[in-house]
């Protein structure tokens, strides 16, 4: 039986937008593909003709450093362009895990060029380096432990990119939206963005858990409820006008004041709630 126009539309629609994703990874291949090709054979005609127009061989380890760190940048950014096109189908944590490796990849590669173009020996380097070396290291151990945690967290960590977490340390609820090479961004309920080191987290200096959305949140009353709270020596009563991700805030009747309470101390039962006539508060 012969399908129907419309069945063959919505299945030429289905099936579009993974062939056209697929045709711009095959471009984006065969364009770098080209674009080192192009650059190796021009730098290698370049050092041929080095002893015709007097040309230093400075000048083609100069013009190879440019056509190197060039190519690296144009790479890692249409890696991240791409993958930015791909995220709908595999998901933000995994796009930003492959662009992190696939950038920590063609940053090596561009390295062992670079030293190739300059003569550079690894090993005269780790071994002879002495002074020079133990400085170089300090200065950018912090700097490779930040990237050594962020492939920790992408890999390993529980919490990913889009989860909902808590940070013990500060008693901050928010949800992680980005995990750099140095430090991992969490914005909170009211739009703070919140910033930590990667390998503070990793060593455990700032403790972090996973945790559901606030608004799963099961406290023992609803926004617009008349409650009462009391505890051994205080007691607050009013309606509850206001339920973030930290805090209740209970509108008194009689004095219109605002008491603000915290809702870990809630969920710990340091308060008990007395609900009494439901009340809807007026738009």
Known sequence: ?????????????????????????????????????????????????????????????????????????????????????????????LSASISFFMAIIVS?????????????????????????????????????????????????????????????????RGRVIEISFIYTKIITEEGTEYIVPNNAIVQGNVRITKGAPSDDLQLPFTQGENIEVTDSSKRYAGIVTKITANFTTITSSGTKNEIILSNNSIMSGQFVIIKKSYIKTRD
């Open 1 to 93: 039986m012969p399908s129907s126009p419309s069945s063959e539309n919505q299945h030429e629609t289905s099936a579009s937008p993974r062939s056209t994703l697929q045709n711009k990874f095959i471009n984006f291949a065969v364009k770098t593909f080209l674009l080192v090709a192009g650059t190796w054979v021009g730098l290698y005609i370049f050092s041929i003709l080095e002893p015709y127009f007097g040309i230093k061989q400075l000048h083609v380890q100069v013009t190879g450093t440019i056509a190197t760190l060039a190519i690296s940048f144009i790479l890692i950014t249409g890696i991240r362009r791409l993958l930015q096109r791909m995220t709908p189908r595999i998901g933000i944590h």
């Open 108 to 172: 090596l590669f561009a390295i062992i060029t670079l030293m190739y173009q300059w003569n550079i020996d690894p090993e005269s380097i780790l071994v002879g380096g002495g002074v020079a070396a133990i400085i170089v290291g300090i200065g950018i151990s912090n700097l490779v432990g930040n990237m050594l945690s962020a492939g920790l967290m992408l890999t390993t960590f529980p919490a990913k990119i889009g989860d909902n977490i808590y940070i013990v340390n500060d008693k901050i």
